[in-house]
């Protein structure tokens, strides 16, 4: 099993992160991959960047030396009914690839009732492809619940691997998530959350729990060339044309 695109990575202009983009591509480059995405926390995340990063995406090429850069968000859910970062239209109209997380900061953790409302309020919004580290033990949440109408909504759950080193609690959360997308054949993507462009692609903690228990391989999206194709076209969006 093997990722060609990391889809949940951050620049500096997240301050808790230390790369630039170009530094990112590069690595991207160096690790194998075809694509990247880079998905920096929303305006309103006290660690993320002015609202404006977002409505310049279109000034970042779409191929930087032969990676694809996927213009990308990581929205917070905002507590308690589970919105997303406030923005303009002009903000959101260059955005390919958008993750929906909770962070403390925004989301004080509740409880699993909250937790659970807040995430079915996500299935419904048109902005999000994906729900960012949905393994964190401090949001537990109704998983069949919500993994079960994914499909439904056309939503993607992602399996972050630096949930797996930095948040404690995370693997056993991740391997039950996982299972539950096997049951409902709900697709997922593996991610490094890289913050640095060392950890660029490093997605080897989650591929190895994903091999443990048997997933399989054509549910992951960003697997291959040709699923991560077809997922963007099945959204109107022909990002890697040429390609194989
Ligand atoms: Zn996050
Ligand atoms: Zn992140």
Redesign the pocket.
Known sequence: MQIIADL?THTNVTDHAFSTLTEMVQAAHDMGLKAIAITN?GPTNPDGPHEWHFSNLNLVPRKMNGVTVIRGI?F?ITAPSGGINVMANKSLKHIDWA?A???ECLFPPADRSIHTAALESILYNPYVNAF??LGNPNFDFDHEYIISRCNERGKVVEI?N?SLNVRAGSKKNCADIARMCMKYEVPIVVDS?SHICFRVGHVEGALEMLEEIGFPEELIINSSMARLDAYFKGRGMDLFSGEE
Do not use: Q
């Open positions: 949940h926390h990581e917070d993750l997380s909770f962070h960012g580290h972050n630096a959350d």
